[in-house]
């Protein structure tokens, strides 16, 4: 991946959330386009795209960069496909709760630089609710080898982590 505006990216609304509530947004993969989204349900006979499987006709727009949606039901089921860049910042944390595979690296790609650390320390999701991506905003402190070997950190008041040969210490308060 390069840069945020080449990187697609697929939100699901539908169901979900505390209350089980439509209107429900999750970020489900990266790097498909919209039309990897159509099966044979939407199809007629002739291949044209016309309904859902009830009939119903379908609320849809596809791009030629691979943007798009598909609404399939005009309430509890929508397929948006989007460029990372277009996603606002306090959106940022839809990212750190999707159980996508490379959350961090797009974080990265949206200049989050402390995303790894952060989610190495399982702060991630906080840190993008909160708007707050620095480690001094979380306690944490990056530390030379020497200190982190040589400390007692890792008990009740401190968390450490070694990431890319680099040395870190949470301080729990």
């Not at 940022?92 to 974080?107: F, G, I």
């Amino acid at each position: 991946m390069s840069n945020s505006n080449e990187v697609l990216v697929t939100i699901k609304i539908g169901r979900g959330g505390r209350f089980y509530n439509g209107g429900h947004k999750s970020i489900i993969d990266s790097g498909k386009s919209i039309t990897d989204y159509i099966d044979d349900l939407f199809y007629d006979e002739k291949k044209n795209l016309l309904h859902d499987g009830p009939g119903n006709k379908l609320d849809f727009k596809f791009n030629s960069n691979g943007t798009g949606y598909i609404n399939i039901d005009n309430q509890y089921n929508t397929i948006v496909v989007c460029l990372l860049s277009e996603i606002e910042p306090e959106k940022y944390y839809l990212l750190a709760e999707s159980q996508e595979w490379n959350r961090v690296e797009l974080l990265e790609l949206l200049g989050i630089q402390n995303a790894s650390v952060l989610d190495k320390f399982n702060l991630l999701e906080k840190a993008c609710k909160d708007g707050l991506y620095k480690l001094e905003d979380h306690l944490i402190k990056e530390v030379s080898q020497e200190t982190y070997d040589e400390s007692d950190y890792g008990f009740e008041d401190y968390e450490e982590c070694e990431l890319n040969g680099k040395y870190y210490v949470k301080e729990n308060k």
